[in-house]
């Protein structure tokens, strides 16, 4: 999935640069924190592993000839934590960069966010949410699996976002969308199903290698919400911006060539139409009185779409808490 | 291909090669913007922007087929992103080429033009790595301030990328030894995971190992670059020849 410099256009690429070097400065400052001095090689070790691991492959059952290897992020996230894991599959890209002109240099930035950032967290946060308790094999298949197979397609999903504000594509943005994170998809899989069973492997023959790692921990669920909030409102920013000023289908099919499919003439829905007009605070995702022309502007679509999903994300939280069950409380009173 | 082909080539000596990282560095990435940023139609002009890393390639002695089979290996993803414009983009065009006019498509120039676009940063690229020795590069890094902690992950990462797939090579070479045929993919993944489980746990003996040797030589958590990057007249001389050369190139797009 490395992304080569004829799939960025410059500005994007910059922006990317700035968004990889600040994230890439903050998982530094973690991982500093986090990793004593006698981790330091092993971090460094594991990322040569990970280079001699791609070349172990095995052959898929379809599509003929095809075969799979492990990409890594997942089993370093389980290993050694997310942001060390950030750490080494940084380094990875950048060595592979440099030294082994895998990925174009304008594109570092934007490969370092899709393969090393972005499946350190997200996949580290699933497979922590779900994480297997000590002996539970299938539990583990099923959350290596499926941290592997989010992972990789939150990271093709935003190659797209790159790729389509980049203008680049010739292919609508949807059909590339669509056949990236397909594509994507299985091929996470393929990786779950062979971080699953290295895991297990090494469970088995060395514990002490991931002895006390890849456990759920106190931390777990809070940090999985917070990487999937991080995800809403990143793709919920994103997307909006390519967002397409076109009628949607269901408004073409009333206003298709001026002909009036469906009528009301009801008082009732006309002053239901003004009411709503009036308290709205984004009537059709802009300013309230803003001009019909500049309505679809990217900006105010954005800030649309996200503060859209913090309302909804509040109002989900604000029902969830309205439906708990109150749990007994655990503490006597002498 | 030898894995470690690029490192020795790295240890030439060369104008190229004495120059500091961070001119080759800089050059590199102006070279690449400017070349993605060119429109989508100029073919011609792109070949004339192939020059440039092109002459850089032979002044630096890297072999010729070692540059393009390393461009063809690289390309897979490339192609078929190329390719696909051919189907989406049909608006004909008229191409002409000094006496000779084509017909053809607008996605069929699309598809040539990120093609050539590719092999000319690539090249570049390749030029960077094979003229630049490794600790030059870790210096170049430090001098632009990456973290710490990053910059020693690099060094170690590719201190024992070698060594790691030495091995690993070794372990591959077992399995074509005992095996003749594919075995249905639960035996094969049972395989391939034990080989790899055997790799990790190899890893993480040799980092222990490398841990106890680096705190018996007084690790204190940070290691300092030895060389110390020094801009010369040769880099002096080799940015004024760039800015000369992209001077040229904006003056024959504005002709072309």
């Known amino acids: ?65 095809a075969s799979g290897h492990l990409t890594g992020a997942v089993f370093l996230a389980i290993v050694l934590g997310p942001a060390a894991a950030a750490v080494v599959m940084t380094s990875v890209v950048i060595v592979q960069c440099l030294i082994f002109q895998d990925g174009g240099l304008l594109a570092l930035g934007g490969n370092i966010i899709n393969l090393a950032i972005i499946p350190a967290f997200v996949g580290c946060a699933v497979y922590r949410f779900i994480a ?126 001026g002909e009036t499919i469906i009528e009301n003439p009801s008082p009732a829905a006309a002053s239901a139409d003004n009411l709503h007009d009036k308290l709205a605070p984004m009537p059709d995702y802009s300013r309230p009185g803003m001009a019909d022309n500049d309505k679809v502007s990217n900006g105010w679509t954005s800030f649309a779409a996200v503060t859209g999903s913090i309302i909804t994300m509040l109002a989900v939280w604000a029902c969830s808490r309205l439906i708990r069950r109150k749990e007994p409380s655990q503490c006597t009173t002498q | 291909m030898h894995h470690a082909v690029m490192d020795r080539l790295s240890m030439q000596s060369t104008f190229l090669h004495h120059l500091d990282a961070r001119t080759k560095l800089i050059v590199a990435m102006i070279f690449t913007v400017f070349v993605i940023s060119l429109p989508q139609t100029s073919i011609s002009f792109l070949l004339v922007c192939a020059s440039g890393p092109f002459a850089m390639l032979a002044f630096s002695r890297v072999p010729l087929k070692l540059a393009s089979l390393q461009i063809l290996c690289l390309s897979p993803f490339v192609a078929v992103f190329a390719l696909s414009m051919i189907f989406y983009d049909t608006t004909p065009v008229k191409p002409a080429f000094g006496p000779l006019e084509f017909r053809a498509t607008a996605g069929v120039l699309r598809c040539i033009v990120i093609l050539v676009k590719f092999a000319i940063t690539m090249t570049t690229l390749i030029v960077l790595s ?62 391939a995971a034990g080989m790899l489980g055997n790799i990790a746990a190899f890893s993480t003996d040799t980092a222990c190992r490398v841990s106890m040797a680096m705190a018996a030589r007084g690790f204190t958590g940070s290691i300092e670059p030895l060389i110390k990057p020094k801009f010369a007249g040769n880099d002096l001389l080799f940015a004024v020849c760039f800015a000369i050369y992209i001077a040229v190139l904006f003056v024959i797009k504005g002709i072309v």
Not at chain 1, 19 to 30: I, M, N, Q, S
Not at chain 1, 193 to 199: E, H, K, N, P, Y
Request: net charge positive; with cysteine.
């Open chain 1, 1 to 65: 999935m490395h992304m080569p410099n004829e799939l960025l256009s410059v500005p994007v690429a910059a922006g990317c640069f700035a968004v990889a070097a600040a994230g890439v400065g903050l998982v530094c400052k973690a991982a500093e924190k986090n990793i004593s001095q006698e981790k330091i090689p092993l971090m460094g070790i594991l990322g040569a592993f990970i280079f001699a691991a791609q070349m172990v492959n095995f052959p898929l059952p379809f599509p003929p000839g």
């Open chain 2, 130 to 191: 094979a003229t630049t020795r490794f600790s030059d590069i870790l210096a170049a890094l430090t001098w632009l301030r990456l973290p710490r902690i990053l910059v020693m992950q690099i060094a170690l990462l590719h201190r024992y990328i070698f060594i790691i797939i030495d091995r690993t090579c070794n372990v591959l070479r077992a399995r074509r030894g005992r095996k003749f045929r594919n075995l249905g993919i639960k035996y094969e993944l049972k395989t």
């Open chain 1, 132 to 257: 297997p308790k000590p002996g539970e094999k299938a539990r583990l298949y099923i959350a290596a699996m499926i941290a592997s197979a989010i992972a990789m397609v939150a990271a093709a999903a935003m190659l797209s976002i790159e790729t389509g504000l980049s203008g680049v594509l010739a292919v609508p943005f949807s059909h590339f969308l669509a056949a990236i994170c397909g594509i994507h998809l299985v091929i996470g899989i393929i990786e779950g199903v062979i971080t699953a069973a290295l895991l297990v492997y090494l469970r088995k023959m060395r514990p002490d290698v991931i002895d006390g790692y890849g456990q759920a921990h106190p931390g777990s669920k809070r940090m999985f919400f917070a990487t999937a909030i991080a995800a809403v409102l990143i793709t919920a920013a994103c997307l909006s911006l390519l967002a397409s000023d076109k009628p949607d289908g269901l408004e073409y099919t009333i206003g298709a060539d």
